[in-house]
């Protein structure tokens, strides 16, 4: 559907619509906002002060008054084309009581407003053409953030910055489709010689952007949703003290009798930038209680999908086989070594954790098969982890360590290959852009292997148009109406 399609669907729905755009939850002040072609008249027929009525006064402009007896306001005017939503639109800032707003809201309504349905006022700023889809998917997603990464990432999509790069793709696309068209059509003027190494070309860099753009998806997903991250550790090293630490919270039950948590923790908690999933596991040893046991499977069956391992040791008791055990199950994973207690007197030493990850021949084999696929790790392997490991001295007790932890933590998801992300960067965070691009990379594939093939030029435009609308149904410009309900529908009420 493209912006003409979408305005014309549009403008044959027109109706006001009203809601409280601050949430269901008592606050200071509430707003109430009202959009459509009968908006002023309708706070009109509501609204009592000196600047009544409203259809008179200029745009962008605050009145003092009240809503009926009901509360006293302050009324924002918007006219259209410079709105939210691109419409007349009035917001009502009244105090933040439920009832208050309620109150106000059932004004309008009694006035003619209908009620809006979620996300109806962002569908109407997409329905006109003011935003693409991408960017509408953005507002739900800054609404949602609950990270520094998740809420500037989402503001540079909202921007335009997604949509500018995917644009470009799409108006290159294009551009070589209409010369196949005039060179098929009229080739006295328009010579294909050459026109396929030249394309192939094209295809090679336009894949090797689009595949870097989808490959930033692992990571967007990670930092908007947060890092599931599993603490890990022998019996009474400290993880449960160190989930209460990072919650600041007394979440997790803390005791000197090994074997304590027994299940699985959950806590999700901000780290700076970043958001934790945090996982306080079963300590990961040999036993007999049938109970613990089944705590310390669980455990390593959270260590298999983490994002994240914390592996917490003691520094005030010797390392044995249990840290051995769990050492060998990290291989291929990200993680860093907490060597907890630094305020007690230290029995081991950073070069002693660091043996842990040297293969040793005679360590005793492991019985859980969670841990065995691994153990047998090449020297160059388990050397290259040794080097580029992280372990940093920490009390659970103190805090100290905290920062350090938050540098390594930074340097493990908010880098590009040990560079910093630059400012300018956007990374996927959703699975609907990733889908389509990986579609645009898959028929820009079949173009060059219909070069590679010697194939007629004609073969060429039917994958580049597939590559085309792909990218434009990110955009929104090739969606179908039942996309688009899905999508709003996830928005909540009010935006």
């Not at 306080?280 to 109970?291: F, K, L, Y």
């Not at 630059?422 to 219909?450: C, F, P, Q, W």
Request: glycine residues 8%; charged residues 30%; proline residues 2%.
């Amino acid at each position: 559907m493209n912006n003409i399609e979408r305005q014309t669907s549009y403008a044959a729905g027109e109706d006001t619509i009203a809601a409280i755009a601050t949430g269901r939850a008592a606050g200071g002040i509430a707003i109430i906002r009202i959009s459509g072609d009968r908006a002023l008249s309708i706070v009109d027929e509501i609204f009592r002060g000196p600047d009544a009525p409203l259809s008179k006064v200029p745009a962008n402009t605050i009145h003092y008054g009240h809503i009926l007896d009901i509360d006293e306001v302050l009324v924002s005017v918007f006219r259209a084309p410079h709105s939210y939503t691109t419409e007349d639109t009035v917001e009502i800032n009244c105090h933040g009581g439920l009832y208050a707003a309620d109150r106000v809201l059932s004004a309008c309504i009694e006035a003619g407003a209908r009620p809006a349905e979620p996300g109806e006022f962002t569908k109407r700023a997409y329905l006109s053409g003011r935003i693409d889809l991408s960017e509408a998917e953005a507002v739900a997603d800054i609404i949602s953030s609950d990270n520094e990464f998740s809420l500037k990432n989402s503001e540079k999509t909202l921007s335009g910055r997604l949509s500018r790069e995917i644009d470009e793709y799409r108006q290159r696309i294009i551009y070589e489709c209409g010369f196949i068209e005039s060179a098929l059509d009229d080739p006295e003027h328009f010579s294909l010689e050459g026109f396929g190494n030249r394309l192939l070309s094209e295809c090679k860099e336009w894949i090797g952007g689009l595949s870097k753009l989808s490959a930033s998806f692992q990571d967007g997903k990670i930092l908007k949703d947060g890092i599931d991250t599993v603490i890990v550790g022998k019996p009474n090293v400290g993880k449960s003290s160190i989930l209460n630490l990072l919650s600041n919270s007394d979440r997790a039950i803390v005791t000197d009798v090994p074997g304590t948590t027994r299940d699985l923790i959950e806590e999700r908690v901000r780290v700076r930038e970043l958001t934790l999933n945090l996982i306080d596991s079963a300590g990961i040893r040999s036993t007999d209680d049938v109970v613990e046991a089944i705590g310390v499977e669980k455990s390593l069956e959270k260590m298999k999908d983490a994002d994240l391992v914390l592996f917490v040791c003691d520094r005030s008791r010797p390392l044995d086989e249990n840290d051995k055990k769990i050492a060998a199950s990290l291989s291929g994973k990200k993680f860093l070594v907490l060597l907890n207690k630094s305020d007690a007197e230290a029995v081991i030493s950073v070069e002693d954790v660091q043996a842990l990850f040297q293969k040793n021949e005679g360590q005793l084999p492991v019985s859980s098969s969670s841990l065995s696929e691994n153990a047998a790790e090449s020297d160059f392997a388990a050397k290259s982890r040794k080097d580029s490991m992280k372990i940093i001295d920490f009390s659970a007790r103190s805090a100290d360590g905290m920062q350090e932890l938050q540098e390594a933590l930074k340097a493990l998801f908010l880098s590009n290959g040990g560079q910093k992300r630059s400012d300018g960067e956007v990374l996927l965070t959703n699975a609907r852009h990733k889908y389509e691009i990986d579609s645009a990379v898959r028929s820009l594939t079949l173009v060059m292997k219909s070069i590679e093939s010697g194939l007629p030029e004609d073969f060429y435009t039917v994958d580049l148009m597939d590559a085309y609308s792909a990218l434009g149904r990110i955009l929104g410009k090739e969606v179908g109406d039942d996309l688009v309900e899905e999508i709003f529908s996830k928005f909540c009420i009010g935006k």
